[in-house]
């Protein structure tokens, strides 16, 4: 891999790198950068390291390509060899930026454990940001509206409060706080403790992808993720980044150790998200709307690594081969799901990173067909994780990529960050009130239980989508599905640590109850052949109690418009029971059995309304405003 030319700008300059080397200088400097805090920690514990990092050949190499003059090592020992290593990267990020220091590192050091793609897949994505152009809007909008206001709850149907970092009502439950004190994710630093939209994003997408021994470290280096979420500017995280940027480098400079490769991806995971900040809070600056040019722009190719550089979860990754990341690479079509449901808060930011407004400007979202495309490959690792289960059984290590995507279907649902329930009920009776043509195409595609077909794990994630964007309403098929009938668990949400009950009106308050007091079973429609094991799981069954809620709080014959909204928003406080469900059952599930029941919860919310077809499809074509303090810097509010 050779450098490519920067596009980073903003770099100042306190001293020139250039000389340094010129006159044989290789102490560590300070580079006035704003950017580049993991590569800053890493080269120092290089600097500081006396295990060889890099090996001679490469090292020299690499130093004459970039420098243009030779380095002599063969009287030097390994520190200072080290010294020199430590030098010709920052010289590079100083003149460069810091993304083309780690990628000289990895030239100077192949044997590292992170394999060119992952670095590349990192370079794409900075490319397509700093490239990427405000679109414009490309449908006219209908007659259904959504205002984001400032407070939690809004008993009005055109009305929903802020995206949060996943609520608080979490902290009053005693079985998810035995999940934070595990072993494993005990003394991770984050004082007041992680919600269970942060910590399933980050660490159940892990669980099972990475060997049992190395889950406590692997979860420090991940979780320099959570700077996505801006939890590095609360003071009592302060301790938790300091200590996963401390393990991070400590790891990257261990040869030869499995950590290797995942420590790097985690610095260089940390360092692009926080570079991103800086752009979309210009585009929150800017306010010139959510809207991108799509394939117009930026090939289809390069957005799929832009998915992936910019995912915020790198670092499981570095555990997998050059070989097998190729294939599990195609799981980043989850973070394209997390995409469907987070369009109307992107638009109240101002958010281009967003694929489905890429599908918009491609011109194929009206038909469904990025949410086709989600769902079409959620249901392909479904498929691959009860092949697994069948020939392999239970104990076979699960790819990290299709593992993130069955357990994003779960967390997109009910991480109560997306208040996706609550739009479900609103959007719905926004939609059967519309006059609009459009709204009732939408209600027809919402139902229609479809995937894009030839949905195939084995072709590149990028070729996927290209063929994707290039698609046309007949390409949608009907989901091959069984029926499984499931009990719903209303009792247990009913007494829901930390929520209280919906406030209902007289008429609505007993039938809302008797419906969910009735003895029926809910049905779901997902892939043939799954166990009992997966069927029975305790999540499923909260999973299916809140669907049922909703589905009667939809139907204006049978709820007002008030105790719709009130039963709305109660379904997403409600949410988090089923991620804790879930996260208590993990230690003693199987890799693939835990992974199908992830895929099992997640199917729950495609029939019979496809909530990533409903809700981007709402918000595309919808009147949205956004009142002051319904925002923050960028776009969460936690409340």
Known sequence: MSIQTSTITGLLHRVSSTDRLEVGNFDIHEIGSVDGKGLDILTRAIFNSVSEIAKAETLVATFKAYTGRELYLSNLNTRERNHRLAALVRNVWASHGWLQGYMVLIEAAPDAGLHPRIVDDVRLASLVYTRLSAGYRRRDRIDVKMTIGPKPFYDSIDRVGPKSGGGSYWKASKEYSACLQRPEWRNLGFCKGLSPCALYAWVGS???????????????????????????????????????????????????????????????????????????????????????????????????????????????????????????????????????????????????????QYAEAAGVAQYGIHAAFCIGFYEACGKLFLDTLIHSGDAAKAYYGPTTHVTIGPWCAFNTRYRAWERCVKYSRQLVGSSAAEAEALLKLSHSDLVLKDCDLEIDAGKSWARAVRSSPQDLVKRKTERYFIPPLASELFQTPGVQLPVLCGDCGPNFHTIMASNELDEVHAIGGLPETVTSCRAAGLAVGIRRAVLWAINSSQCCEKCACSIGFWADAVSYTVLSALLHDEPHTGSATWPLQNYLVGAVTFWPIALPFLLSGFDLVAHITCEDGAMGKRDVVDI
């Open 206 to 356: 892990l669980v099972k992808s990475v060997p049992r021994k190395y889950i406590a470290i692997a979860t420090k280096l991940q979780l320099l993720g959570v700077v996505d979420y801006d939890l590095d500017e609360l003071e009592e995280n302060k301790g938790g980044f300091q200590s996963s940027l401390r393990t991070a480098a400590q790891s990257a400079c261990a040869p030869g150790s499995p950590l290797q490769g995942p420590a790097l991806a985690s610095l260089i995971n940390y360092d692009f998200q926080v570079w991103v900040r800086g752009i979309h809070q210009s585009w929150v600056a800017k306010n010139e709307g959510p809207f991108n040019l799509g394939p117009e722009e930026n090939p289809a190719e390069e957005w799929i690594a832009m998915m992936v550089g910019d995912c915020a979860a790198l670092a499981p990754w570095g555990f997998e081969s050059a070989e097998t990341y190729d294939f599990s690479r195609t799981g980043i079509i989850a973070a394209m799901q997390t995409n469907c449901f987070d369009v109307v808060f992107d638009t109240g930011c101002s958010n281009r990173i967003n694929s489905s």
